[in-house]
């Protein structure tokens, strides 16, 4: 186990150099400078006093090991478009607004897809059951944008049940991430009943029938346990999911997330901030990845073996 | 016909003699296929593998109809911007934010008039016609008043309170005639530029299918030749070739493909070519895993054994046989492609206006969507309605080919 997880860490770092050089390069790669805003010309020797400050005169190759630099000790540079901060100041605004966001989305999924897979599985072809699977097909086909702007228009803005915008209360949290979960509840809910019909039918669940435990306890001890191994694996490629879906999520509800400063970033061709936030992102995901594959190992120890094997 | 077979053995009988031999000519006929009843079961006609699997698929309707709406849609998509009277990107400032559904007010017998959202006064017909602007007297923005004059006779809209009043000149108000009659001119109305929205779902699709079709191409093309070659060359080829994928794959897709789209800047050429780079990666790696596994099979060693070439071995004989998988992973890769598009257009990355996508579409309606919110409804029911289809052909598609994931 110790073995397998300095082999996934580092494999991580591997991947996230080649996240931050792949990132680097592109974003220099970039035709036009950060300055060509429209209807703003500046003077070529302002244009040379800022280029100068922010080292885009220095050989590519020198701005790069720079940048890697400071990237290991957690200075991502100063932004372009927000003078006077750095890039971490921005993400460190941004950050907790996305986190929030994604960690009530995933409560959401599972408090959402485990009930609804494990009933539609028990009361396989009944009427509860197709109807929970309308609802997941429905889930997975309609994009987030629009089930967000539904749920504004219905819940905030003609009932007036939460607020539209924001984000200065736990409610202002409560759509956005219903909006975010859905179509990720979607898919969980499918993958949980097949997996729970599947275990369902496995020897060891008859005879703890044969034993005559309750049926609480068989389902709970027995089934549910094994059924929900397949749950943790989408789980954890799902946070890229949910990450990007911040994105649109945020824009709809007008939260200041990191989402948002990416878009924004885009349109401000802020070149360090686009940087900072897409190594942020890749780094959370990265993470979660490795968090999932330890869990994997621990709810299913037959995984952990095969793991090192991969 | 059975007596005539016990007559054909009469005769062999009566034959020891063989000059005695008579043939009788209709007992040389063939049966009919009926006979002895033994049709029924000799008629299981051998089916070929893609015979098969047409049969599995046709048993699924809702994958059936799915194929007829995709189809149509691709009918649309290709001829539909072709028959339409106006282009996607007309602008019309009289008709501004006209809804699908119109409250028409009769004036006198014959004339009928519509108040447009942006208090234009508009002529239509009695049955949702619009037939042009009513001509302006004088427009009082401080008293919120507008004169219009139809026929000889001055309408005065007035618009303190909502929603807005029509009166006639002595302060009487005009007769509402019918309520929400369909709007024949702007089926599903129009923008707020004036650009009729029905147009441009049509232009849209057009969008969405280039977007499905270059994700299938580039899947079945690069994809599949990336993943044959890893595959079948196997050993330190392989492991770097598949390294690379495994490392662009844990990188978050969108998260590139908006990285990309800085590079190129936004159009509909380069969502295109940024949904080319990214879509072939789950491809690489099924078919890498199926021809790995079908690679030591006796007819691969056959092949080689005469002298195949790696190419021929790897073209005509792999990635045919690994054609089911190929074929499902496309199908499942069309809606992510068409997310994708939909997702980059409304955070403004993609296709941007005056051309349309269902994603612009969507975020244009997104800032006046409180006031039209049947300018989201439309573009939002295309992409789920088409999502959901292609959803259901790659289910279907899945069922019939791989039945192993059958429920």
Same mark, same amino acid.
């Given at each position: 186990?110790?073995?397998?997880?300095?082999?996934?860490?580092?494999?991580?770092?591997?991947?996230?150099?080649?996240?931050?050089?792949?990132?680097?390069?592109?974003?220099?790669?970039?035709?036009?400078?950060?300055?060509?805003?429209?209807?703003?010309?500046?003077?070529?020797?302002?244009?040379?006093?800022?280029?100068?400050?922010?080292?885009?005169?220095?050989?590519?190759?020198?701005?790069?090991?720079?940048?890697?630099?400071?990237?290991?000790?957690?200075?991502?540079?100063?932004?372009?478009?927000?003078?006077?901060?750095?890039?971490?100041?921005?993400?460190?605004?941004?950050?907790?607004?996305?986190?929030?966001?994604?960690?009530?989305?995933?409560?959401?999924?599972?408090?959402?897809?485990?009930?609804?897979?494990?009933?539609?599985?028990?009361?396989?072809?009944?009427?509860?059951?197709?109807?929970?699977?309308?609802?997941?097909?429905?889930?997975?086909?309609?994009?987030?944008?629009?089930?967000?702007?539904?749920?504004?228009?219905?819940?905030?803005?003609?009932?007036?049940?939460?607020?539209?915008?924001?984000?200065?209360?736990?409610?202002?949290?409560?759509?956005?991430?219903?909006?975010?979960?859905?179509?990720?509840?979607?898919?969980?809910?499918?993958?949980?009943?097949?997996?729970?019909?599947?275990?369902?039918?496995?020897?060891?669940?008859?005879?703890?029938?044969?034993?005559?435990?309750?049926?609480?306890?068989?389902?709970?001890?027995?089934?549910?346990?094994?059924?929900?191994?397949?749950?943790?694996?989408?789980?954890?490629?799902?946070?890229?999911?949910?990450?990007?879906?911040?994105?649109?999520?945020?824009?709809?509800?007008?939260?200041?997330?990191?989402?948002?400063?990416?878009?924004?970033?885009?349109?401000?061709?802020?070149?360090?901030?686009?940087?900072?936030?897409?190594?942020?992102?890749?780094?959370?995901?990265?993470?979660?990845?490795?968090?999932?594959?330890?869990?994997?190992?621990?709810?299913?120890?037959?995984?952990?073996?095969?793991?090192?094997?991969? | 016909?059975?007596?005539?077979?016990?007559?054909?053995?009469?005769?062999?009988?009566?034959?020891?003699?063989?000059?005695?031999?008579?043939?009788?000519?209709?007992?040389?006929?063939?049966?009919?296929?009926?006979?002895?009843?033994?049709?029924?079961?000799?008629?299981?006609?051998?089916?070929?593998?893609?015979?098969?699997?047409?049969?599995?698929?046709?048993?699924?309707?809702?994958?059936?109809?799915?194929?007829?709406?995709?189809?149509?849609?691709?009918?649309?998509?290709?001829?539909?911007?072709?028959?339409?009277?106006?282009?996607?990107?007309?602008?019309?400032?009289?008709?501004?934010?006209?809804?699908?559904?119109?409250?028409?007010?009769?004036?006198?017998?014959?004339?009928?008039?519509?108040?447009?959202?942006?208090?234009?006064?508009?002529?239509?017909?009695?049955?949702?016609?619009?037939?042009?602007?009513?001509?302006?007297?004088?427009?009082?923005?401080?008293?919120?008043?507008?004169?219009?004059?139809?026929?000889?006779?001055?309408?005065?809209?007035?618009?303190?309170?909502?929603?807005?009043?029509?009166?006639?000149?002595?302060?009487?108000?005009?007769? $509402?005639?019918?309520?929400?009659?369909?709007?024949?001119?702007?089926?599903?109305?129009?923008?707020?530029?004036?650009?009729?929205?029905?147009?441009?779902?049509?232009?849209?699709?057009?969008?969405?299918?280039?977007?499905?079709?270059?994700?299938?191409?580039?899947?079945?093309?690069?994809?599949?030749?990336?993943?044959?070659?890893?595959?079948?060359?196997?050993?330190?080829?392989?492991?770097?070739?598949?390294?690379?994928?495994?490392?662009?794959?844990?990188?978050?897709?969108?998260?590139?493909?908006?990285?990309?789209?800085?590079?190129?800047?936004?159009?509909?050429?380069?969502?295109?070519?940024?949904?080319?780079?990214?879509?072939?990666?789950?491809?690489?790696?099924?078919?890498?895993?199926?021809?790995?596994?079908?690679?030591?099979?006796?007819?691969?060693?056959?092949?080689?054994?005469?002298?195949?070439?790696?190419?021929?071995?790897?073209?005509?004989?792999?990635?045919?046989?690994?054609?089911?998988?190929?074929?499902?992973?496309?199908?499942?890769?069309?809606?992510?492609?068409?997310?994708?598009?939909?997702?980059?257009?409304?955070?403004? $990355?993609?296709?941007?206006?005056?051309?349309?996508?269902?994603?612009?579409?969507?975020?244009?309606?997104?800032?006046?969507?409180?006031?039209?919110?049947?300018?989201?409804?439309?573009?939002?029911?295309?992409?789920?309605?088409?999502?959901?289809?292609?959803?259901?052909?790659?289910?279907?598609?899945?069922?019939?080919?791989?039945?192993?994931?059958?429920?």
């Amino acid at each position: 186990m110790g073995k397998y997880l300095l082999y996934r860490i580092g494999s991580m770092f591997v991947t996230l150099f080649v996240i931050i050089t792949i990132t680097f390069f592109l974003m220099h790669a970039v035709p036009g400078g950060p300055y060509d805003f429209e209807g703003q010309n500046l003077k070529p020797e302002i244009v040379e006093l800022l280029q100068s400050k922010y080292h885009l005169n220095d050989p590519i190759f020198k701005q790069y090991l720079d940048y890697l630099k400071g990237v290991a000790t957690f200075d991502l540079g100063p932004s372009f478009y927000y003078s006077g901060r750095s890039v971490t100041d921005v993400i460190a605004q941004g950050l907790p607004v996305t986190i929030k966001l994604s960690a009530l989305s995933i409560l959401f999924v599972i408090l959402l897809s485990l009930p609804l897979g494990v009933i539609s599985a028990l009361k396989r072809n009944r009427l509860t059951d197709r109807l929970i699977m309308i609802f997941a097909t429905i889930g997975r086909t309609v994009p987030a944008f629009v089930v967000g702007t539904l749920l504004i228009y219905f819940l905030s803005y003609k009932w007036r049940l939460f607020p539209i915008f924001g984000v200065a209360t736990f409610k202002h949290y409560i759509l956005p991430s219903v909006a975010l979960s859905l179509a990720t509840t979607a898919q969980l809910t499918r993958l949980i009943r097949a997996s729970m019909l599947d275990v369902l039918n496995q020897d060891y669940i008859r005879t703890a029938k044969a034993k005559g435990l309750s049926k609480s306890r068989i389902l709970l001890k027995h089934a549910l346990k094994n059924a929900s191994i397949p749950m943790v694996t989408v789980l954890g490629s799902s946070v890229a999911g949910l990450l990007t879906g911040a994105f649109v999520i945020e824009q709809i509800f007008a939260m200041p997330g990191m989402g948002r400063y990416f878009t924004q970033a885009i349109s401000n061709r802020d070149y360090p901030l686009i940087m900072g936030i897409t190594i942020y992102f890749s780094l959370i995901l990265l993470v979660s990845m490795l968090v999932v594959d330890i869990l994997y190992g621990l709810i299913d120890p037959r995984a952990a073996v095969y793991g090192k094997k991969r | 016909m059975v007596s005539s077979i016990r007559g054909l053995q009469s005769t062999a009988r009566k034959g020891k003699d063989m000059s005695d031999l008579t043939f009788n000519m209709d007992d040389w006929e063939p049966l009919p296929a009926d006979a002895l009843g033994l049709a029924k079961e000799s008629a299981g006609v051998s089916l070929s593998y893609w015979q098969n699997i047409w049969r599995c698929f046709k048993k699924n309707k809702l994958s059936v109809m799915s194929l007829i709406f995709i189809v149509f849609l691709i009918f649309v998509a290709v001829f539909g911007p072709m028959l339409t009277r106006q282009s996607y990107s007309d602008q019309n400032r009289d008709y501004i934010h006209i809804p699908p559904q119109l409250d028409i007010y009769a004036i006198g017998r014959d004339t009928y008039v519509y108040l447009s959202p942006s208090m234009q006064l508009l002529k239509v017909s009695k049955d949702g016609h619009l037939l042009g602007p009513v001509e302006k007297l004088e427009d009082d923005l401080s008293s919120k008043r507008r004169v219009y004059t139809l026929g000889g006779q001055n309408i005065i809209v007035d618009y303190r309170q909502k929603p807005a009043r029509i009166l006639y000149e002595d302060g009487k108000d005009v007769p $509402l005639f019918r309520k929400k009659v369909w709007n024949k001119t702007f089926w599903f109305g129009t923008d707020s530029v004036g650009r009729d929205l029905f147009v441009r779902i049509i232009y849209g699709a057009r969008v969405t299918i280039i977007i499905g079709f270059v994700a299938s191409f580039v899947n079945l093309t690069i994809g599949v030749l990336y993943g044959g070659i890893a595959g079948y060359l196997g050993g330190m080829t392989d492991n770097i070739m598949m390294r690379i994928v495994d490392i662009l794959r844990s990188i978050p897709r969108l998260l590139y493909v908006i990285l990309l789209m800085v590079v190129f800047g936004s159009g509909l050429l380069t969502v295109v070519i940024v949904i080319g780079l990214v879509d072939w990666l789950g491809m690489a790696r099924i078919v890498r895993g199926q021809v790995f596994s079908i690679k030591n099979r006796e007819y691969v060693l056959a092949a080689r054994a005469l002298g195949a070439k790696p190419k021929r071995i790897l073209l005509r004989h792999l990635i045919p046989n690994a054609l089911g998988p190929i074929i499902i992973e496309t199908a499942m890769n069309i809606p992510h492609a068409i997310f994708t598009e939909a997702f980059l257009s409304f955070v403004g $990355l993609g296709v941007s206006a005056p051309q349309a996508s269902w994603g612009t579409l969507a975020n244009n309606a997104l800032s006046g969507f409180m006031s039209y919110p049947y300018e989201m409804f439309f573009p939002a029911i295309a992409i789920s309605l088409t999502v959901l289809a292609f959803n259901f052909l790659g289910d279907g598609l899945r069922d019939a080919i791989d039945p192993r994931f059958k429920e």
